[in-house]
């Protein structure tokens, strides 16, 4: 985990999880451990390098586990820690907001 946190949760709150690739990451992670391809395609027009680099991110900030197996070809599967987890509240706040404001939006 990085030492250098600011001193606003809300920002260190963002600081982890603060950009789109990462929330839908953790959304399909949610529902339990996944290869690198199932993310890559449940998550949509994601590229591979910006998956790579924001599951990487998210290992080195304890939000995910990489688990290698060791055979030929490569297996490696991604699982949300206790961390991850516990952000599910978080997204569940989000989605209701999200539904909340689209039904505003529609029914104006």
């Known amino acids: 985990m ?3 946190l600011p001193a606003c949760p809300v920002e260190i709150t963002l600081q982890l999880i ?3 690739w990462k929330v839908l990451i ?10 690198f391809g199932e993310l890559k395609k449940s998550i949509g ?3 591979q390098k910006v998956l790579t ?3 990487r991110s998210m290992e080195e900030s304890g939000l995910v586990t990489r688990k ?3 055979e030929v070809p490569p297996k490696v599967e991604y699982s949300l820690t206790e961390t991850g987890y516990s952000l ?5 706040s989000m989605f209701d907001w999200g ?3 689209k039904n505003k939006t529609i029914n104006k």
Do not use: M, Q
């Open 18 to 20: 603060g950009n789109r």
């Open 26 to 35: 953790i959304r399909e992670l949610l529902d339990g451990t996944k290869r």
């Open 53 to 55: 680099s924001n599951l």
């Open 45 to 47: 027009n994601i590229t």
């Open 88 to 92: 599910d509240p978080i997204l569940k």
């Open 68 to 70: 290698v197996y060791a």
């Open 99 to 101: 539904e909340g404001y």
């Open 2 to 4: 990085k030492e250098n």
